[in-house]
Every structure is written in C-alpha cells, then in structure tokens.
C-alpha cells in the first residue's frame, strides 16, 4: 500500500527576512530527496525553510 504524503512548505526568504517564495510540496514518506522550486533568482545568499507538521528545517542557500 501506499504511505499518505506529506505536505511540506517551503519558503525563501532573501537576507532581510522579506519573504520571496512559498510552495507546499507534497511528497511520498521516505522520499530521499526533493527539488525546490529555486528558479529566477539573482547570485547571493538566501535562507530557506522547510517545515512539516512535526519538523523544521533551515538553511542558507548560496546561488551563484
């Protein structure tokens, strides 16, 4: 049978803490890896965050 996904949000901030993205992403339990929706950003430094119901995740993010 198939687990219930679960849904994650992901939000970009840049570093002044303005909001640039937010999306949920649904995936299966157990997915090893995710792709996050990082198009049409300029070269520097970003923090982004994952959270789920029951974890929270962040990081900063270097795009060149």
Do not use: H
Not at 9 to 30: A, C, H, W
């Amino acid at each position: 049978t198939m687990s219930d996904p679960d849904v994650l949000l992901f939000e970009l901030f840049d570093l002044s803490g303005r909001k640039l993205q937010e999306q949920s992403i649904f995936v299966s339990k157990g997915t090893p890896q995710i792709k996050l929706p990082l198009t049409n950003l300029t070269s520097g430094i970003y923090l982004g965050t994952l959270r789920s119901a029951k974890n929270y995740f962040a990081a900063k993010l270097l795009i060149n």
